[in-house]
C-alpha cells in the first residue's frame, strides 16, 4: 500500500485514494466546498489546495490520487498553501450576501466554518457591499429553496442530480461571476430525492424547504436513527428540540445509503409527530374502554396471561416493531402453554423485502423490519388472515397485538388488509391485549390497550433488506405515559422470573436477541459504534463484520 | 525568406483544390502515407516543430505520450477556436490556404492514426464554413478524406464543428466538453487528453497553424524546416500584426527574427508623428513589452521567455503614445472577467473583481491602494486555477500595472474623490458599517446614485 | 477550620495609628449628622417620592425591551435568534416566518420576552446585528401577579407609549444614531388600533 506523508505523518492507503481522503483518515483537516465522498470529484473550489512535493502548482487534494513516497504539506504546515486557501476564500465572499442573520445553512456552513478559522478567514472584507454582484433570491423550487447569491458554485447539486439521481434538472448559466445555478424556468425539483440537495450544499444557496426558519441549527440535538419508511434502513439523524422532531437529515453509511436519503423517508417524521396518540392505558369496563394507570391496565391483562385456555393464543407482531419489541413478543409467547400462533405478517407468504422501487434507495417493502421479523422467527404461522378466519370461528382464546400504522401512508397496498384481519381477530378472540401507538378504530373491541413509542421514541435495533442490524437511538421522550413497547412487553411478564434480568434494549438485544441463531453473537454495542453490521442470514460457516466508522 | 505557411497565400485560386494541387498540395500528405505512422512522429519530432497555438510544446513529443489502444481509438481536435484577442493568423490561414490546414490534419491523423479528425473553428468565423466545407468536398471527392485515403485502406473523417464563442473553448479540455456537447468547463488534469480525453479516447489537440507545418515537413524534411529560425524554436511564425501601426495584417517571418525589423518593415513603422509605447507579443494573455523591450527581443519562444513575457499565439497589437494604458487594461481585463467560464473559484471571482477595480480607478471611486490591491489580487488567481484562462487574466493586468504604473499612479491622484461608504456619512463605527450586506441597501445605493451596483 | 489554627492579627496599633477611638468616632458621626442637616425637608433631600416623583436615569439604562421599526412600521427583528442564543436567561422565544417583502425575506412571526425571568444583562441588544432590539428606560414592572403581563410579545414590546416618558435606553454604539431603525414611538403606525388606550 503507498505510504503518503501528509504534514509529516505517514498514512498508509489503498492505492488510487485521494489525498483528501487519506487526510480524513488521518484527521488532517483540509478544507472544501466541492469535495464529497458520495460524488465524483471536480476540483473547482479550489479550496482544498495543496503542495505536493515535486509539482510545480499547488495542487487540488481532491482530484489527486496518492502516490508512494508522496510528500504533501497543507495550510496547516505551509505558507503559501494557506495563502491560497484564504485568498479562495476571500474571493468566495466577495460577492457573497453574507445574510447569515436570514439564512437557515448558518451555524452548519462551511463558509462560516471555514471564515472562522485562523488558518482560512479571519480577514476584513475589501469589498463594501454595494459593489457586490446581485443574483436571485429565494427561488422556490419544490423541496428547496434556491438562492443563488449564496451559490459557491461548488456544483455538488448538479453533480448529484447528474450522476446520482439523473434527475439532471439543476445547470449553470452565464460567466464569470454571473454564474448563477438555475432550475429550468424555476419550475420545482421532480425528483424524489432533491431534499439531499439543501443536505449537500455546503452553504446556504440550497436549503431545505421544510426546515425553513423553522429553527437556528445550534439549538438542535441529534439522535442518530434509522429511517423506518422502507427496508433500506437509510441511517438518518433525527434533529429534535423540545417542541418535538425539527428535521430528519441522512447519516453517511456508505454499505447502506452513502450520503442519502429520500423524501418521503425524509418527510416520513411529520407522519409520526401527527399521529393521533393513545397516551394513557385503556381497560374494558363493559361498552366502553377506560383509561387506567400501567399497574391496572397491566394487573388486567397478565390475568389473561394464566386464563384457563380451550383454543389458541395468537402472539401478532408488526414489522415495523424493533427487534427488541419482537424478542419480548417471542418470550411472551415461549413462556405461555401451547398452541400459540406467532405471526407478523398478512398473509403466509413472507414479505420482499429485497424487491427494489428504484436503482438508488427506496424498497418496496414499507417497513424497517420486515427482515428482522423473519430472523426471530416470527412467522411461525399461517398469516394474520388465517388466524383471524380462526378467530371467527371461536377458536383463539387470547390475542396479544403489537402494530403501528406505516409512517409512510403511500404505497401501501397491504396496510387494508392487514387492518381488516387486526379487527376481525380483536373482535372474535376472546381477550385480546393491543399494544399500539396510534388512536385507531380496529381496535375498540379490544380488552386492554397499551400505549407504546413510536418511532424515533425509543431505542432498539433494526434489520434491513440485507440484514445489516442497525441502531436506532432515542431521538424525543414519548408523550403521557408512552413506554417502549419492549419495556411494556417486560411489565407485561413481570411474573416469569426469566424476564426481570432486562432492563434495557441493550440487555434485550444482548441477552435474548443475540441468542437467536440468526444473530448469533452481535453486540450492542457493535452496532452503536459502528454504524452498521452486516450478517449474512443464512448458510454461512462463518461471518465477517463491517462496519463504518466515519462521520 | 522561406515561407512555410503563407507561400501560396497570395493566389486567388489557392481556396479550390485545382490550384493547390497545382502549387503541390497535398504532395505532402502522398508522402507521409508511405511512411509508417511512427516514421512521420520522428520526422516531425526531428523537424523540431512546436505548438503554434500558445504554449509552444514540441509537437512530436506530444504525439509521442499516445497510447494506441484499438479499444479506444485515438481523436485528433484541431484547435481553431482563434478566440485570443490580437489574433487572427488561423483565419487568416483557413480562409487562403484550406487544403494546406486540411492536409496538415490529414498528415497528423495518419501519424496518430486517428480516424476521427474533428476541427473546431471558432463560433464567429461563421463566414469560413462555405470556404472549408467547399474544400472538404473536393477533398473528399479526389480521395483524400474517406474510407479509403489516395487508397492506402487508411479510413480518416474530418468533422467541422463550430463553437458559440466562448474564450475557454479554445482551452483543449474546454473544447472537448464544447465537442461533447456541454458547457465548455475545462477538465482537471489528470488525467490528460492523451490518455483520456475527447468522449474518454485518447486525444490529440493541436492548433491550425501547428498543422498546416506539417505538409511543408513532409515535402522538404525534417532537417529543411530545422534549418529554419533558430535552434530552439525552428520554422517560421505567422505573426498578427494589429494596433497602432502603418500596416497591420499577418506576417511570416521566421523565428529569431527582431521584433523591431518587424514592426519598421512588415509593419511600417508606427503611424506618422507617433511614437511607439508598448507591444503584446503574443495575444492579450501575456506580459506587454515597454519599446525598450520592444528594441532588444526577437520572435522566437527562448527570447520571449527571457524578457519576461512569451510568444504565445503572435498576435502582437502595437501601442503609441497616444494610448492610455489603463483604457487599454480596462479592455483587457473586461474580456478575461466576461470569459471567464466561471468553474474554479479564483479566476471566477478574481477577474471580475480586478475588472471591477480597473473600472474604477478610471471612473471615480478608487482607493488609495487599489494598484497593490489589483497585484494581490493576481497572486491569488495565478497558479490556483484549473485552466490557465487565470493566468492570463493576470498577466496583463499585473504587467499594465507594473511597468506603467506612474499612469496608474496619476489616475489615482486626479480621480473623483472615493464616495464615503455610508457608515462614515452617518458616523458610524465599524460594527454597523458592515452590517449593509442584505440586498436593500445596495439596491437603494443604486437607486440613488442611479447606477449599477456593478458595471461591465 | 480550626479557631486555634486561624492566625490572630492584632490590629491595636493599626487601630491607633488610624486615629481611632473618640475622635475618630466623632468624625464618623459628623457627617452622619452633616447629611440629616442637610436632608431636612425641603432641602437636598434623597429620598424622592416615588411614584409621584421619579430619579432620572441614565440613557444607558437597561429596562424593558423595545423591538425597533422599519420606516414603514414593519418590524425590523428578521429573526435571526442571536438574541435568542446569547440570553442566559433563555428567556427569549422567537418564532421566525416568511416575510411578505421579498427582499427582506425572514421576519418573526412571534417575539416574546418573559420579563419574569429576564435579568436585563443586555446581551440580546449587544448580540443584535440590528439594532432591531434595544432597551429603555422603563424599569416599574411590578405586576400583581406572577404571571401577569410579563410575558411581553411582538405587541407589547413594539407599542411602547412609554419610551417617550421614560426615554430610550441601552444600545450598543451609543455614540452614534440609529441607522434604518426606528424607535416605535417615531414611527407612525397605522396597524396598531389600540394606540391611545394604553397611553
Known amino acids: ?551 | ?456 | 477550620m480550626d479557631r486555634k489554627d486561624s492566625p490572630v492579627v492584632d490590629v491595636t496599633e493599626r487601630a491607633q495609628a488610624l486615629g481611632a477611638g473618640v475622635t475618630g468616632m466623632a468624625a464618623g458621626f459628623a457627617v452622619t449628622l452633616r447629611n440629616l442637616v442637610r436632608s431636612l425637608p425641603g432641602r437636598n433631600t434623597v429620598t424622592i417620592q416615588y411614584p409621584e416623583q421619579r430619579k432620572p436615569y441614565s440613557r444607558r439604562f437597561r429596562g424593558v425591551h423595545v423591538l425597533t421599526l422599519r420606516e414603514d412600521g414593519r418590524l425590523k427583528c428578521t429573526a435571526c435568534y442571536l438574541c435568542a442564543t446569547a440570553c442566559p436567561a433563555e428567556c427569549i422565544t422567537i418564532e421566525a416566518g416568511e416575510d411578505p417583502d421579498s427582499a427582506v425575506e425572514k421576519v418573526a412571526t412571534q417575539y416574546e420576552i418573559d420579563l419574569s425571568r429576564c435579568i436585563f444583562c443586555g446581551f440580546c441588544v449587544d448580540a443584535c446585528p440590528e439594532e432591531a432590539i434595544t432597551m429603555s428606560r422603563e424599569y416599574d414592572l411590578a405586576t400583581e401577579g406572577r404571571r401577569s403581563r410579563l410575558q411581553y410579545d411582538i405587541d407589547a414590546l413594539t407599542h411602547r407609549p412609554e419610551i417617550v416618558a421614560y426615554g430610550a435606553g441601552y444600545r450598543p454604539h451609543m455614540q452614534y444614531p440609529l441607522v434604518e431603525s426606528y424607535l416605535p414611538t417615531e414611527v407612525a403606525r397605522s396597524s396598531s388600533p389600540d394606540d391611545s388606550s394604553d397611553s
Open chain 1, 1 to 551: 500500500m503507498p505510504v503518503v506523508t501528509i504534514d509529516g505523518l505517514p498514512i498508509s492507503v489503498e492505492p488510487d485514494t485521494l489525498i483528501i481522503q487519506a487526510a480524513d483518515r488521518a484527521g488532517i483537516e483540509i478544507p472544501r466546498f466541492c469535495y464529497h465522498p458520495d460524488l465524483r470529484p471536480e476540483g473547482n473550489c479550489r479550496m482544498c489546495l495543496v503542495r505536493v512535493k515535486g509539482f510545480a502548482r499547488l495542487t487540488p487534494a481532491c482530484t489527486t490520487p496518492v502516490a508512494d513516497d508522496m510528500v504533501v504539506t497543507t495550510a496547516h504546515a505551509d505558507d503559501e498553501v494557506r495563502r491560497a486557501s484564504r485568498g479562495v476564500l476571500e474571493f468566495l465572499l466577495i460577492n457573497h450576501p453574507l445574510d447569515c442573520p436570514i439564512c437557515d445553512q448558518a451555524g452548519e456552513c462551511s463558509l462560516q466554518d471555514f471564515y472562522m478559522h485562523p488558518d482560512y478567514g479571519l480577514h476584513h472584507s475589501d469589498v463594501e457591499s454595494r459593489e457586490k454582484v446581485r443574483k436571485r433570491k429565494a427561488i422556490d423550487l419544490g423541496s428547496v429553496y434556491l438562492d443563488s447569491e449564496r451559490c459557491v458554485m461548488c456544483s455538488r447539486c448538479v453533480r448529484f442530480s447528474n450522476e446520482v439521481t439523473g434527475a439532471g434538472e439543476l445547470q449553470f448559466v452565464h460567466r464569470g461571476n454571473h454564474v448563477e445555478l438555475v432550475a429550468f424556468q424555476d419550475r420545482a425539483l421532480r425528483d424524489p430525492y432533491a431534499g439531499n440537495l439543501a443536505d449537500l450544499c455546503p452553504v446556504g444557496a440550497l436549503t431545505s424547504r421544510d426546515f425553513r426558519f423553522k429553527r437556528r441549527v445550534w439549538f438542535l440535538h441529534h439522535a442518530p436513527s434509522v429511517c423506518a419508511g422502507c427496508s433500506t434502513g437509510c441511517n438518518v439523524r433525527i434533529d429534535y428540540t423540545e417542541r418535538g422532531i425539527e428535521r430528519v437529515v441522512p447519516r453517511r453509511n456508505p454499505f447502506v445509503n452513502r450520503s442519502w436519503m429520500c423524501d418521503e423517508g425524509r418527510f416520513s417524521y411529520q407522519t409520526v409527530s401527527q399521529l393521533p396518540r393513545v397516551t394513557t392505558p385503556l381497560t374494558r369496563e363493559g361498552e366502553d374502554l377506560h383509561p387506567v394507570s400501567w399497574e391496572q391496565a397491566l394487573a388486567c391483562a397478565r390475568g389473561a396471561f394464566s386464563l384457563p385456555r380451550r383454543g389458541e393464543a395468537a402472539v401478532i407482531g408488526s414489522p415495523m416493531a424493533t427487534n427488541e419489541a419482537l424478542w419480548g413478543l417471542q418470550e411472551y409467547a415461549r413462556n405461555m402453554k401451547d398452541p400459540v400462533a406467532l405471526e407478523f405478517r398478512s398473509t403466509s407468504a413472507d414479505p420482499d423485502v429485497e424487491a427494489r422501487l428504484d436503482e438508488l434507495l427506496l424498497h418496496a417493502d414499507r417497513a424497517p423490519n420486515s427482515r428482522g421479523a423473519m430472523m426471530l422467527g416470527m412467522g411461525a404461522s399461517d398469516g394474520l388472515e388465517n388466524i383471524a378466519v380462526r378467530a371467527e370461528q371461536g377458536m383463539i382464546d387470547l390475542a396479544l397485538i403489537l402494530h403501528y400504522p406505516p409512517v409512510v401512508p403511500a404505497g401501501q397496498p397491504d396496510l387494508d388488509r392487514r387492518v381488516t384481519a387486526l379487527a376481525r381477530l380483536v373482535r372474535h378472540a376472546r381477550f385480546s391485549i393491543v399494544l399500539t401507538n396510534a388512536d385507531e378504530d380496529w381496535w375498540h373491541a379490544a380488552d386492554v390497550i397499551l400505549p407504546v413509542a413510536s418511532w424515533s421514541e425509543e431505542e432498539g435495533t433494526y434489520t434491513n433488506f440485507n440484514s445489516t442490524t442497525q441502531h436506532v437511538a432515542c431521538g424525543q421522550d414519548p408523550p403521557g405515559e408512552v413506554r417502549p413497547a419492549w419495556r411494556a412487553l417486560l411489565d407485561l411478564l413481570a411474573s416469569v422470573p426469566a424476564a426481570r434480568r432486562y432492563g434495557s434494549a441493550q440487555e434485550i438485544f444482548d441477552r435474548g436477541v443475540a441468542a437467536m441463531p440468526a444473530f448469533d453473537g452481535l453486540r450492542f454495542d457493535t452496532l452503536v459504534s459502528r454504524h452498521a453490521t452486516v450478517y449474512p442470514p443464512e448458510g454461512r460457516t462463518s461471518y465477517g463484520q463491517e462496519g463504518f466508522a466515519g462521520r
Open chain 2, 1 to 456: 525568406m522561406t515561407k512555410v505557411l503563407s507561400q501560396n497565400a497570395e493566389f486567388a485560386d489557392q481556396t479550390t483544390l485545382a490550384g493547390a494541387e497545382s502549387r503541390g498540395a497535398y504532395d505532402g500528405l502522398r508522402h507521409a502515407l508511405e511512411q509508417s505512422p511512427r516514421d512521420v512522429i520522428q520526422e516531425v519530432a526531428e523537424s523540431g516543430l512546436r505548438g503554434r497555438g500558445g504554449a509552444g510544446f514540441p509537437t512530436g513529443r506530444k504525439w509521442g505520450f499516445l497510447q494506441f489502444d484499438p479499444a479506444r481509438p485515438p481523436v485528433l481536435l484541431c484547435n481553431g477556436d482563434e478566440s485570443e484577442p490580437g489574433t487572427f493568423k488561423d483565419h487568416w490561414l483557413l480562409a487562403r490556404d484550406p487544403h494546406l490546414v486540411i492536409e496538415g490534419i490529414l498528415i497528423a491523423a495518419h501519424a496518430i492514426r486517428a480516424q476521427d479528425v474533428f476541427l473546431y473553428i471558432r463560433g464567429e468565423y461563421e463566414s469560413l464554413l462555405p470556404l472549408l466545407m467547399g474544400a472538404l468536398e473536393e477533398a473528399r471527392a479526389a480521395g483524400f478524406i474517406g474510407p479509403d485515403v489516395l487508397g492506402t485502406g487508411r479510413c480518416m473523417a474530418i468533422t467541422v464543428a463550430t463553437g458559440a464563442g466562448a474564450y475557454i473553448c479554445g482551452e483543449e479540455t474546454g473544447l472537448m466538453e464544447s465537442l461533447e456537447g456541454k458547457r465548455a468547463y475545462p477538465r482537471v488534469r489528470p488525467p490528460f487528453p492523451a490518455v483520456r480525453g475527447f468522449a474518454g479516447r485518447p486525444t490529440v489537440v493541436n492548433n491550425v497553424e501547428t498543422l498546416a507545418n506539417l505538409p511543408w515537413i513532409m515535402r522538404r524534411g525534417a532537417a529543411a524546416f530545422h534549418a529554419l529560425g533558430t535552434e530552439d524554436s525552428p520554422g517560421t511564425k505567422l505573426v498578427s500584426l494589429s494596433g497602432c501601426i502603418s500596416r497591420p495584417g499577418v506576417y511570416e517571418v521566421p523565428m529569431g527574427y527582431p521584433l523591431s525589423a518587424l514592426l519598421e518593415n512588415e509593419g511600417g513603422g508606427p503611424l506618422p508623428g507617433r511614437h511607439l509605447k508598448a507591444v503584446i507579443p503574443g495575444g492579450t494573455s501575456v506580459p506587454i513589452l515597454t519599446a525598450e523591450e520592444v528594441a532588444t527581443v526577437t520572435i522566437d519562444f527562448e527570447s520571449m521567455r527571457a524578457v519576461g513575457t512569451l510568444l504565445g499565439s503572435g498576435g502582437m497589437i502595437v501601442f503609441d503614445d497616444t494610448v492610455s494604458m489603463p483604457h487599454a487594461l480596462r479592455s483587457i481585463s473586461h474580456f478575461y472577467a466576461t470569459e471567464s467560464c466561471g468553474e474554479c473559484t479564483p479566476c471566477r471571482e478574481g477577474t471580475g473583481w480586478m475588472a471591477a477595480i480597473v473600472d474604477r480607478l478610471l471612473d471615480g471611486g478608487a482607493r488609495k491602494d487599489d494598484l497593490d490591491r489589483l497585484l494581490r489580487i493576481g497572486g491569488n488567481i495565478e497558479g490556483r486555477t484549473i485552466c490557465g484562462l487565470g493566468d492570463a487574466a493576470v498577466q496583463p493586468v499585473r504587467s499594465f500595472v507594473l511597468k506603467f504604473r506612474s499612469e496608474f499612479e496619476a489616475l489615482l491622484r486626479d480621480t473623483i474623490p472615493r464616495l464615503e461608504p455610508d457608515w462614515q456619512a452617518h458616523g458610524h463605527g465599524p460594527r454597523t458599517a458592515r452590517r449593509g450586506a442584505v440586498g436593500e441597501e445596495a439596491r437603494r445605493s443604486e437607486a440613488v446614485t442611479g447606477r449599477p451596483t456593478y458595471r461591465w
